[in-house]
């Protein structure tokens, strides 16, 4: 992918007057990113250990595939529409991965906290990024 022509493309994208600027993202992301490996690793773990059933691991899974493919969907094949069902698929495994985790292990969830408001944040400015580049 051609980092180049990537952020070329990027910004000639219509935006709405509150989106971040784009040097955000990378701080936010890395901070994540570091609570998503510590929730995320303990429950493969657990599950690796026997200590939670397979099942648990689904939507941690599937969340880390929707999540990685963004990326890729957005900006590699500078797909608007196709990130804006990828970034609701995010939004839908996260929902789900800290619902079920919650009753076993609860600061797995609240751990999940800042992701899910970012996500959710996100999922707005996607969708509004698709709209007005129709």
Not at 17 to 40: E, R
Not at 47 to 60: E, H
Request: hydrophobic content about 55%.
């Amino acid at each position: 992918m051609d980092t180049s022509s990537t952020v070329s493309w990027y910004q000639t994208l219509l935006k709405p007057s509150w989106a971040p600027p784009s040097w955000l993202f990378g701080p936010v992301w890395t901070i994540l990113y570091l609570l998503i490996a510590i929730s995320f690793g303990t429950v493969f773990y657990r599950v690796y250990r026997k200590k939670l059933k397979s099942n648990f691991a689904i939507p941690f899974a599937l969340n880390l595939l929707f999540n990685f493919a963004f990326t890729p969907l957005q900006f590699g094949l500078q797909n608007n529409f196709l990130a804006a069902i990828d970034i609701l698929l995010i939004l839908v495994t996260l929902v789900w991965a800290m619902r079920i985790i919650y009753k076993k292990i609860p600061w797995v969830t609240l751990i999940n906290i800042p992701y899910l408001l970012w996500v959710s944040f996100a999922t707005i400015l996607q969708l509004t990024v698709t709209y007005l580049n129709l």
